[in-house]
């Protein structure tokens, strides 16, 4: 299709010529007109809202009662879904256990749960405790993390928490089970690891930590990972990602999550409870 270029004004500020030197008008060149519809129409691509959404749920890490075993990492639910653009969607962002389990993350009717303290189910399980034993590290949930460490008999020294990708270490004679490594993901544009176990008490050695914020012995789990608190320490809280083309419309939210254009997605973090309205 031939379209003319739009001409410019005529001598003496009379009407605008074409390129044959006739004066131009819209009916004239109706082919013009058709053309630049288009180009307006493209311009306004992005302003139609996403139906999907991929996400990344994190759940507080579990913290320790006892002073010997290591909590369970919160745990790390991957996945994508369906929502219904202009409806507000409430994110819960799980606090990390103190000495108890951690808090649960939610969003759209999906739960990351929060780790186990020691001999604890959560999202991943606590490891198992000196005094009476053996006693057995708790189980993790399903698709979400692993269990705990066992501590053995006679063993002056706790299981390690379990990790998002991995169970807990037990006890090796007196030292301490290593907690379980997390679950890698790059939903934020890089991959980080999330959901690590907490590092348990040693008489002959102590504990580290899971990759994934997994606190080693006494130390506390790290903020924004869902990392289990080594033995005798809190969990780290969790969080919520969010991840979507940039082809679409950029969602509304509230509770001050970060944004990042990355990889030609919008991406939302959030680090405490909000919503997001795709």
Do not use: C
Not at 8 to 34: I, K, Q
Not at 137 to 156: D, Y
């Amino acid at each position: 299709m031939s379209v003319k270029r739009i001409p410019g004004f005529g001598r003496n500020g009379g009407p605008p010529l074409d390129d044959d030197g006739v004066s131009w008008s819209p009916r004239a060149h109706p082919s013009l007109l058709m053309t630049t519809a288009l180009v307006g129409f493209a311009a306004n691509a992005g302003e139609e809202s996403t139906t999907s959404v991929n996400f990344l749920l994190v759940g507080g890490g579990g913290g320790v009662q006892s002073k010997t075993a290591g909590a369970g990492g919160g745990g790390v639910l991957p996945g994508t879904l369906s929502v219904t653009p202009g409806v507000s969607n409430t994110v819960t962002i799980g606090a990390g256990g103190t000495t108890g389990n951690g808090n649960d993350t939610t969003f759209g009717g999906q739960t990351a749960v929060g780790g186990g303290t020691q001999n604890t189910i959560g999202g991943s399980g606590g490891g198992g405790y000196v005094g009476g034993g053996p006693r057995t590290g708790a189980a993790g949930t399903v698709g979400q993390g692993f269990a705990g460490g066992n501590q053995a008999v006679g063993a002056v020294a706790g299981g390690g928490g379990g990790g998002a990708n991995e169970v807990g270490s037990n006890t090796s004679a007196h030292i301490g089970g290593d907690g379980g490594d997390g679950l890698s993901s790059s939903i934020s544009g890089s991959a980080t690891y999330y959901g690590g176990g907490g590092g348990a008490y040693g008489s002959g050695g102590t504990g580290a930590g899971g990759l994934g914020g997994g606190g080693n012995y006494s130390v506390a789990g790290t903020a924004n990972t869902g990392g289990g608190g080594g033995g005798d320490a809190a969990g780290g809280s969790g969080v919520a990602i969010f991840s979507y083309p940039n082809t679409f419309k950029l969602a509304v939210t509230t509770g001050s999550p970060t944004y990042a254009n990355v990889g030609g997605n919008h991406v939302f973090t959030f680090t405490g409870s909000g919503t997001i309205t795709f």
